[in-house]
């Protein structure tokens, strides 16, 4: 599904990725960990198509080189982030935001655009699920929410979006234990053998919830350590520093 | 084909004058001359044509005004036509592929009708629009409750009574230079009057009024709201209007007596000018509306999208004790446009209140500003005013300005004011593309929800159209 090689990213002339690779099948569940500043976010950025990185090497997304395709595009073929800091959209009804991005990408699927009646059943359906308070969904988008309740938004659009790929960039990070085990339910009840997962974490925390195929250690813009999901432990033991070269 | 017999007799329908006086203009300049004859044109009583001289007897003491932000060549107004009869067939772009293709471009996404496209540009149209009977059908519903709605021109010769007792009452004939011009040579415009104690079953449009275009250049428009009751007003259209005419005048005025309530709701997009700013109106407004009876109230609501130059500050005079006067305004630049704008809320009755809600966007090389004045005098006690201006800026060569006066003579009033501006956030885009959306849907999303609180002002099917106009009204220039 995903083939990056030998990814080198940079930033104001600043190396931040240098010769990353990372491959993922349909089916499997692949946890980043790393220090801070080893580049775990600027992958995830990379891997949408955001502005303002130099990128040499290449991305291949279900056969399809990623390199001069959209940000929307990206999502559109499916590929979803999950923010560390979702963004505030002031005046914009939450509700309303998803309803657009879902019907602008079923669109790009060819599938039919939904109305606003089955929608709502959809998404009260969907919060359901995850056990979120739907009173949210009618507030303007992640105005004055909770850290928690932003996370759980992030989860709630991907379940409705159904992407084939989702990054979750440090969607853990400032959670409670009951929201970290809805954003876990969130991932654990939406796999399949036809998606997969890229969670970029710096605790093992999350991982008790949901258990990784791979786990990758990133040191310095570089993949050092690929193990299974026994290696979170380890790593919670002894730290990153041992790893590093 | 039709021959131009048939089509000036179509005119003669539309605009309410005979054929002989089809092809009359005025002489070119301002004078006596020309106001008398434009008073003529529109069989106007004596009285009338008096007034219009005082107006251009005044007017040639008085200076134009230059303190505002966007300045603009000298308009020569001896070199202008001050009346002159819609241009025959043969002058007009004979069909839409001489017009700006730009202008098409921008119907099609408004959905905007081929037969509307067509009278919106100005092309030679030969039959008579649906509107016009939909107008009569209209017509003749609000005359059963009493309410007057019919061109001003009519009102002076039908209802002198009405007409002398409140035009000027609340913009003086000495006001100031643009309308005290307007005063002299006005051409046409919408009389309104709702009766006491009734409601307007239906929002009185420009849309339904008989002589729609082409009265645009020095338009003047009376709404008189008599006690207890109600009027929605709506002015304008999205779509842009494409006009010979540079400079528009236009005086409005608005009278609510006791309990009466007005919402007067503009759209405004007439031509800005090509990218380089070349071309494009200057619209130089004046509304202002008198709260006269206690407890009354008049809203106004403006979306401005159009004109190279617009400058206009609608107002609220709170005479009466408990009046409410507020203001909600979406002022969208882009390109070489440049807009000052604003409101006055002048406090005169005990516990008056007023809102102001304004919300200005700027992109391209354009220049903003906000200006208004909150003025509470020593006998308006526990007044209340609350003020809230937002700028959006995109792009780093436009500019956002917010000039807020503020005078309170009363100690027990309450002023707020709040303040904003924003660059439009590279991380809202982002996240708003990974979702999916393009970029010119997520700026729309952005900017429609910049602008909510006064979108949310307009009536519903006003709402709709306005919110795809901010967005195409933004349309490039991001990215």
Same mark, same amino acid.
């Given at each position: 599904m995903l083939k990056i090689k030998n990814l080198k990213t940079s930033v104001n002339d600043k190396t931040i990725l240098d010769g990353l690779d990372l491959s993922i099948k349909p089916g499997e569940v692949h946890a980043i960990m790393g220090p801070n500043g080893s580049g775990k976010s600027t992958l995830a950025n990379v891997l949408s198509g955001k502005n303002g990185y130099e990128s040499s090497g290449s991305i291949i997304f279900n056969g399809e080189n990623l390199n001069d395709i959209s940000i929307e595009e990206r999502a559109q073929k499916g590929i979803f982030l999950a923010f560390q800091y979702p963004l505030e959209i002031p005046g914009v009804n939450t509700n309303n935001f998803l309803k657009t991005s879902l019907n602008t990408v079923r669109k790009a699927r060819g599938q039919k655009e939904i109305d606003t009646l089955t929608f709502l059943k959809l998404i009260k359906e969907k919060s359901l699920e995850l056990g979120i308070d739907e009173k949210f969904l009618s507030r303007q988008l992640n105005v004055g929410f909770s850290g928690g309740e932003k996370k759980k938004n992030e989860i709630l659009q991907m379940k409705l979006l159904e992407p084939k790929l989702a990054v979750l960039d440090e969607t853990d990070s400032g959670l409670d234990i009951d929201a970290l085990r809805i954003v876990a339910e969130g991932v654990n009840t939406s796999r399949s053998n036809e998606n997969a997962f890229l969670i970029i974490t710096h605790y093992q925390r999350l991982l008790d919830y949901i258990k990784p195929d791979f786990i990758h250690v990133l040191s310095k813009g570089k993949i050092v350590k690929t193990g299974g999901s026994e290696l979170g432990e380890q790593l919670e033991k002894s730290g990153y520093s041992n790893l590093e070269a | 084909m039709k021959t131009e017999k048939d089509i000036d007799t179509n005119k003669a329908y539309k605009y309410g004058f005979t054929t002989d006086i089809e092809n009359i203009r005025a002489p070119k300049g301002l004078n006596e001359d020309t106001i008398k004859f434009i008073s003529k044109i529109k069989k106007e009583p004596k009285w009338m044509l008096d007034w219009r001289l005082k107006a251009f007897n005044r007017l040639k003491n008085l200076k134009e005004p230059n303190w505002q932000k966007p300045k603009y060549p000298k308009i020569n107004y001896q070199d202008l036509y001050y009346y002159s009869a819609p241009k025959s067939a043969s002058d *007009? @772009? *004979? #069909?839409?592929?001489?017009?700006d293709p730009k202008l098409i471009e921008t119907y099609k996404k408004l959905g905007i009708p081929l037969q509307e496209q067509k009278r919106l540009s100005g092309v030679a149209v030969d039959a008579v629009f649906d509107s016009v009977s939909v107008a009569t059908t209209f017509k003749d519903e609000l005359t059963k409750k009493g309410i007057i709605f019919c061109p001003i021109s009519e009102a002076i010769i039908k209802h002198p009574d009405l007409v002398k007792k409140y %035009?000027? #009452?609340? %913009? @003086?004939?000495?006001?100031h230079y643009f309308a005290t011009l307007n005063s002299a040579v006005f051409t046409d415009g919408s009389f309104v009057y709702i009766p006491p104690n009734v409601k307007c079953p239906m929002e009185l449009s420009t849309y339904f009024r008989i002589n729609a275009s082409e009265t645009g250049q020095f338009e003047r428009t009376l709404i008189i709201a008599d006690k207890g009751s109600y009027v929605s007003y709506l002015e304008g259209c999205t779509a842009p209007m494409r006009d010979e005419n540079q400079l528009h005048a236009a005086n409005v005025e608005l009278i609510a007596l006791d309990d009466a309530e007005i919402k007067y709701s503009t759209v405004q997009n007439w031509y800005p000018g090509d990218k380089n700013g070349v071309g494009g109106i200057y619209n130089f407004v004046t509304k202002r509306g008198a709260c006269r009876g206690k407890n009354s109230k008049i809203s106004w609501t403006q979306v401005e999208t159009g004109s190279a130059i617009t400058w206009k500050y609608p107002s609220c005079i709170l005479q009466g004790d408990n009046s409410v006067g507020e203001f909600y305004s979406i002022a969208i630049t882009n390109n070489h446009q440049k807009a000052d704008t604003g409101t006055k809320m002048i406090h005169l009755g005990k516990n008056t209140k007023s809102k102001i809600i304004s919300k200005g966007i700027s992109a391209g090389k354009a220049d903003n500003t906000y200006r208004g004045l909150v003025d509470i005098n020593s006998k308006a006690t526990n007044s209340r005013n609350y003020t809230q201006c937002d700028s959006l800026l995109m792009g780093n060569k436009c500019g956002a300005h917010t000039v807020p006066y503020i005078k309170n003579k009363n100690s027990t009033s309450t002023i707020e004011h709040e303040a904003t501006t924003t660059k439009i956030n590279e991380e809202q885009l982002f996240y708003c593309n990974q979702r999916g959306l393009n970029q010119e849907e997520a700026v729309s999303l952005i900017v429609n929800g910049f602008c909510k609180e006064v979108l949310q002002q307009l009536p519903m099917e006003f709402a709709v159209e306005a919110q795809k106009l901010v967005s195409i009204s933004l349309e490039g220039s991001v990215g």
């Open positions: - | *007009k @772009p *004979k #069909s839409l592929d001489e017009v %035009i000027g #009452s609340v %913009i @003086p004939l000495t006001d």
